[in-house]
């Protein structure tokens, strides 16, 4: 397990079709080669079965390098 500093994590929120990942992924090599980058799409974060949150948790568990949580 490889955990990062939680600072080297900035978060992006953006419409869709504006090319927030290219400008993401260009961020984060910017600030480090190893900067992970992890994307999630809206429909996951926002679905009508439910408020999202177990999707945002993951994917910011993935960020820190944590995997496998329940």
Excluded at 9 to 16: K, Q, R
Excluded at 42 to 51: D, G, I, K, Q
């Amino acid at each position: 397990m490889r955990r990062y500093d939680s600072t080297c994590h900035p978060f992006c929120f953006c419409p869709p079709s504006t090319r927030n990942t290219a400008i993401a992924l260009g961020v984060a090599q910017t600030l480090s080669p190893d900067t992970p980058l992890t994307t999630i799409p809206a429909n996951e974060v926002f679905p009508p079965s439910n408020s999202g949150t177990e999707a945002l948790t993951q994917a910011f568990l993935r960020c820190i390098g944590i995997t496998g949580h329940p």
